[in-house]
């Protein structure tokens, strides 16, 4: 039998064990997805999620994945002060942890891509973790629009018309 685990979703730091994005998928009633996912996962984020982003993309989720972890540094616009974001760890095809990259107050970028369904395209789900366990507005407005500029136009850009 499973041992369930129940934690409010806001920025609340995940049982032992189990990563942030395990808890939400447990929270969201698919656990045995949870299980098969912490197993291959052996550095998936435990810091607190502070901003959660969902694009959608023409592309199907193969294409989406070769883009972030192979194709990054031909697509990636980095600004002044901001390190290529290394993959930290990728399940093909469906997840990728991006460390270190944004703002010093984000630890960890994670990106799943879920194909919406025949000739649908993918969602591009981003969430990114701190160590705090709430960011204020000023500084969690910035960090979102910067989510915005690579998952939503850079990276939409580069699938779309390379």
Known sequence: MEEHHTMSLKNRRPKAGWGGLATILHQSGRAWSVARRVSRMTNSPTEYV????????????????????????????????????????????????????????????????????RGGGSWVKVWAY??????????????RHRLGEVFGAELRDW???Q
Not at 130 to 143: K, M, N, V, Y
Request: aromatic share 6%.
């Open 50 to 117: 502070v901003i959660r982003r969902r694009y959608k993309h023409a592309p199907h989720d193969a294409v989406m994945y070769d883009a972030i972890v192979d194709e990054r540094q031909r697509w990636l616009v980095l600004r002044p002060g901001e390190l290529v974001p290394e993959v930290a760890e990728s399940h093909r095809p469906d997840l990728v942890v991006l460390r270190p990259w944004l703002d010093p107050v984000i630890a960890a970028v994670e990106v799943r891509l879920a194909n919406i369904g």
């Open 130 to 143: 701190a160590t705090q366990g709430e960011l204020p507005t000023d500084a969690r407005r910035p960090i």
């Open 159 to 161: 699938v779309d018309y």
